[in-house]
């Protein structure tokens, strides 16, 4: 079991979801650093994605024996 409650939301998170920054953004997707990048138009989330998905592959390629 975690050694902190699993749903234990901070002070900073909850100020965020109340008062959440205005932006354009629609879309989002995790990139390399372990962070997000974010987009407002549709067809570069899904460049973003395609790209990201050909990235796994390769890493899943180079990965097998």
Known sequence: LP???VCN???AAIMAAL????T?????I???RG?????SAYRTHIRKVRE?????RQ?????KP
């Open 35 to 39: 962070t997000h990048d974010f987009t």
């Open 59 to 63: 890493k899943k390629r180079t990965r």
């Open 52 to 56: 990201k998905r050909r990235e796994l």
């Open 19 to 22: 008062h959440p920054e205005h």
């Open 3 to 5: 050694d902190a409650p």
């Open 30 to 32: 995790r990139n390399e």
């Open 24 to 28: 354009d953004y629609l879309y989002f």
């Open 9 to 11: 939301v901070s002070a």
